[in-house]
Each structure stands twice: as C-alpha cells, then as structure tokens.
C-alpha cells in the first residue's frame, strides 16, 4: 500500500484503520471480528492504526495492543489520544456507558488538558496497550478546553516530540475552525479533521486546508463517509448526517454526487475516499471496521481509480469546488 510522509518524514500508509469499533462502538465487537479487522487491515498493506481512551473506555486501546504487539514494532504506526482521563467508578459498573459505546460505565472519563493529565493519559495509554510507544498523539475534541489545550495541552505533547518519545503531534475533531486556529499557534505535525473536508462538507476548504498547507501540516482525513450518508452506492430515505438524520435537501445532494458517480461506473463511497486525496495537505485516510468483510470492502474502494471526468463533471454541477476538479 502506497504511503504519504508528514513533514518531519513520519511514513503513512494511504489508508488507516480506525480502531472505534474495537471498543464496542453501538454494538459489541466479538473477539473473533477484532482479530479479523486487524488481520485483514495488516495482510492487505494497512500499517496506519488510530485508537483513543475514549473508545469503549479504553477496550478498543486494549484490543488494539493485543493484536499489534506481536508484530514488528518498526513496521507499523499507531496514534492515540488525550484529553479524557479514564477514573475508575465502581459504583457504575452496573450501568452502560451513555457515549456510543457498549461497555460497561466504569472506568468513566474526565475532562484533562493540563500537562499532568496529558502525561498521566499517555503512561495509562501505554499500559492498556502494552506497547513500547506511540508515533502520533493528537489532542482529543478539545474545542470545549481550547485555551488549555492549545497552550498546556499542546505544549506537553511537544515536549514529549522533543523528548523523542513521540513522532508526530496534534489535534483531532469534528471542526475546521479550531483546527486551523491550533496550526496558527503551534509548531504541530497533524491534525485529524473528522468529517469536514468530504464530497459534502468542504468547510475545511477555506481556511484549514490552506493554512495547514502554508505551515507543513499534514492532514489526516476522518470521517470521511459523514456518519454513513456516504457509505453506500444509494443513501437510504433514514441515512445519517453527522450522527443524525440527513435533511430533504443533503439527501438530494447526495444523489446527484451518486448519479454523476454512476454515470462513470463508479460508486459514491469509493468517490469520497478519493476526493480527499486530491489536497496535497492530506497524507492518510482513517476507515473505521469490525471484521473481514467491513476491512476489506474499505480496501477495495479505496483501490478504485476515479475517472478525472467525474471531478469535472461534479465541478461543473457545482458539487464540489472547482479548485478539486
């Protein structure tokens, strides 16, 4: 599998695997479909791994390191995250967790930028893994704790890149604005930019693509299918948009991008792996999988070659920017 480097040379390949179902995201993951997700990802070329606390309260940090550390440590990357520190809560273990996880609601997490957090997140993170280190750490969905992260927060995990116990450091969220504003205050490496650069959404467009080019920033595409509404050749009357339902006239959206996609023999979900890639600021896109079948459908599409017809043809309908036609 083909890879991209960040600007200090860290190699990733093209496509990730996002490891949110190992931590029982909606449904539970069976063990089986945990070893086949990574067996999958690691026989088809995928050396890009992405995990966080916050995934199933730690489970998918866990499972990941089961599956990983018995392969070589050099041949692969893996990034994790800070912010939410994991606090034991025995008094409610009896409940599930209510974040989108189905865990138990012990340990819960607790909001943390400082220096202290971040360090206590990292060691905590290293042990639920069980590896030696990580290569890239990112901020976790700290628009809510801006100015700590992006001071405290931020400046520790640079600290640990000069330290040499990390490669590559950043943020990671649902927002283009706060993203760019980090680039603007921070020597960082990455950011991962969840569902704001898409066939849909190019509020990353303006501000975050350009300044992240400007300062030799590497952008990490995730949530590239937008909750689901670019998952399929179709969306369904039901499908979501950012984890809700999609309205009338993003659906009608989406299914001019599918017609023009069809009339060139190719599928909406392999359309929206390959638009990102047509920014040079982007160096990886991170697919989440639970078992063989999900891991290798995202495989495929993602090998697809899209016809330069189609990015004309949905410039010209005004579908996209015309800068990515």
């Known amino acids: 599998m083909r890879t991209r480097a960040t600007p ?45 606390p916050h995934y199933g309260l730690g489970l998918s940090e866990r499972r990941l390191g089961e599956q990983l550390r018995s392969r070589p440590r050099d041949e692969y990357v893996v990034s994790t995250k ?30 943390d930028f400082s220096r202290d957090g971040i360090l206590r997140s990292v060691e905590a993170s290293l042990e639920r893994t069980g590896l030696d280190r990580f290569d890239i750490l990112y901020l976790h ?30 943020a990671g969220m649902n927002f283009a604005e706060p993203l760019a504003e980090l680039i603007r205050r ?22 975050l693509l350009p300044l992240a080019q400007e300062r030799g920033v590497g952008i990490v595409v995730a949530g590239v299918y937008n909750s689901g509404l670019l998952s399929k050749p179709r969306p369904a009357a039901d499908a979501m948009f ?12 989406t299914n001019a991008v599918a017609d023009i996609c069809e009339r060139h023999g190719v599928t909406l979900p392999e359309a929206a792996i390959a638009y990102v890639f047509r920014h040079p600021t982007v160096v990886s896109v991170v697919l989440g999988a639970r078992g063989e079948r999900q891991v290798q459908s995202n495989i495929e599409r993602a ?19 015309a800068a990515f036609a």
């Open 141 to 170: 969905d700290p628009e809510n704790h801006f100015e700590q992260a992006s001071t405290e927060g931020i400046g520790a995990l640079i600290e640990l890149r000069e330290q040499g116990v990390v490669s590559a450091v950043g």
């Open 82 to 111: 800070v912010g939410r520190l994991l606090v034991p809560t025995p008094e409610t273990a009896h409940l599930r967790d209510t974040e989108g996880y189905d865990v138990p609601a012990d340990p819960t997490r607790v909001w």
């Open 186 to 207: 921070a020597d960082i490496d990455l950011v991962m930019c969840a569902g704001r650069f898409t066939l849909l959404d190019d509020t990353a467009v303006s501000d």
């Open 303 to 321: 090998a697809t070659e899209i016809p330069d017809a189609v990015w004309r043809e949905l410039a010209d309908a005004g579908l996209i920017p």
């Open 242 to 253: 950012d984890y809700e339902p999609a309205p009338e006239p993003l659906l009608a959206r």
């Open 8 to 52: 200090r040379g860290l190699q990733l390949t093209e496509l990730g695997l996002g490891a949110a179902q190992l931590g029982n995201l909606f449904r539970v993951t069976t063990e089986q479909e945990t070893v086949e997700t990574v067996d999958t990802a690691w026989n088809a070329g995928i050396r890009y791994f992405d995990t966080a």
